[in-house]
């Protein structure tokens, strides 16, 4: 199978963000990319349809099993299968900064739901495809808070040590479908939706590159190369990992 041959993928939360970036970085490799999101999914399709790139948009909230189970079938019928699923989308720059016990318990159920049974509902619709596809690929992104444990987001630490651990779970299940199960774990990064939100400075400059051996701040830019990757027939061999992307912030 030559490196290069290209893949149907799915990414979710790509209408922008870092999740767009990777749409485009992947587009831009001669992939077919359905970018899937809550809104401006079809407008961020376009874009890279109107850069020559093949490309789908599905409005789609990931805690929806009607909804993923009609974007797999959508980019089944565009594109006659499936070869990868990007578990991108995620509750995390919206987030307002609070002590634990100050979390009302449906926020913490609505973080829950969107960055952990969003990438369960995605891998169980789209899994069927992945199995004929027979060189399937998902990579979930996570972070690298669950292991530098930062305070005052308890809910979303949490829930992104859930989706370290699902993959690795993920990893073993489906190994013998010649699935590969991977994550990536940014560390800040200042995507659209962190600068919209102004989470940069609320966070603070010296926090945001804290403990850090390349000391800058991280640009969705800085992810894309490591997604291309895990996606490619390269990294076929490789599964259950986290890799952790940040300049050298953790070590995993
Ligand atoms: N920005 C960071 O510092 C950082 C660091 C580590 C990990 N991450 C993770 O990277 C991913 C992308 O982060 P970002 O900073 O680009 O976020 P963002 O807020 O800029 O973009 C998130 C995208 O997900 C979409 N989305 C949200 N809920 C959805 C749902 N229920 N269904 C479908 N789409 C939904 C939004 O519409 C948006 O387009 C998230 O999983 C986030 O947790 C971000």
Redesign the pocket.
Known sequence: MSEKQPKTIII??????????FAEHLAQAGNRIVI?????AEEAAGCLKAAGHQALGVQ?????EA?VTRMAEAATAAFGGIDGLV????????LALRPFEEIPNQEWMRVM???TL?PFNCAKAVLPALRKSGRGRIVN?????PIKGPPNMAH?VAS?GA?IAFTRSLARELAKDSITVNAI??????????L??G?QDRIGANARTAGRCIQRD?V?GDLVAALAYLVGDGAAFVTGQTLAVDGGGVFL
Do not use: C
Not at 36 to 40: E, K, P, T, Y
Not at 87 to 94: E, P, Q
Not at 141 to 145: D, E, F, G, N, R
């Open positions: 979710t939360g790509a209408a922008s963000g870092i999740g767009f970036a899937a999101d809550l809104r401006g789609v909230d990931v805690v929806s909804d578990n991108n989308a995620g509750l995390f720059t919206t739901e969107v960055n969003g992104i996570a972070s690298t808070v979303y992104k989706v774990a940014p560390g800040f990064t200042l995507s659209d939706g962190v919209q939100e989470l991280q969705p």
